[in-house]
């Protein structure tokens, strides 16, 4: 299968901060990309969907101006949680798909944001 | 409201034996159906998908699609311990977004 790396895959930052998660398509060319959080042992809750060179597509109840999207390249995307707070803590997931892929999408390995 | 339904478990089944997992899902136009394993701490990895009616194999797995009844499953033979993860059910029409249903739990016993 396709894949999709992302990047780091654990990080502590400060309240107030921002912390800046990649994640990249390895071997095909992603058109879109799709940005999830997780908290334990709840489901994927989709944030937003980026389609390369526009700009992303926010779900209802996720602030956009929080959650920054960029998918500038078709290759890669990236979310900045701006001025993070404890209650931001999550797992952070990305996924992709491509022409290559086909209709399938593949995850990132995730990224454990813990913000104290 | 685009739905994937699924029984969120636990489901615990012994070593060696075949586990079923059943999805169901609401959008009559879907075309497409994943199913992805998540392990606790970890993301989904795609398992199998599945595009037409009836059964198709890899290895110990094996996804079955009944469009008319709104159903997609999937079976595990021979069950090990490592098999013990969340299996999420995915639909989608093409082009348009994934839907996920809650994910079920599965837990095989030694």
């Known amino acids: 299968g396709a894949v999709v790396s992302q990047h780091p895959s654990r990080v502590i930052c400060k309240s107030g901060t921002s912390v800046k998660i990649e994640c990249r398509s390895l071997?095909?060319?992603?058109?879109?990309m799709f940005w999830y959080r997780q908290f334990p042992k709840k489901s994927l809750m989709l944030m937003a969907t980026s389609n390369e060179g526009s700009k992303a597509t926010y779900e209802q109840g996720v602030e956009k101006d929080k959650f920054l999207i960029n998918h500038a390249s078709l290759t890669l995307s990236t979310l900045t949680v701006t001025s993070a707070h404890p209650e931001d803590s999550s797992f952070y997931i990305c996924s992709a798909r491509g022409l290559h892929s086909g209709n399938t999408i593949y995850f990132g390995e995730g990224s454990w944001l813990t913000v104290v | 409201q685009k739905e994937v339904e699924q029984n969120s478990g636990p489901l615990s089944v012994p070593e060696g034996a075949i586990a079923s997992l059943n999805c169901t899902y609401s959008?009559?136009?879907?075309?497409?159906f994943f199913w992805y394993r998540q392990y606790s701490g970890k993301s989904p990895e795609l398992i199998m998908s599945?595009?037409?009616?009836g059964d198709k194999e890899d290895g110990r797995f094996t996804a079955q699609l009944n469009k008319a009844s709104q159903y997609v499953s999937l079976l595990i033979r021979d069950s090990q311990p490592s098999d013990s993860a969340t299996y999420l059910c995915?639909?989608?029409?093409?082009?348009?977004?994934?839907?996920f249903g809650p994910g079920t739990r599965l837990s095989v016993l030694p």
């Open positions: 599945i595009y037409s009616n």
């Open positions: 959008d009559r136009g879907s075309q497409s």
């Open positions: 995915a639909v989608n029409r093409v082009g348009q977004n994934f839907v």
């Open positions: 071997d095909f060319q992603a058109t879109t």
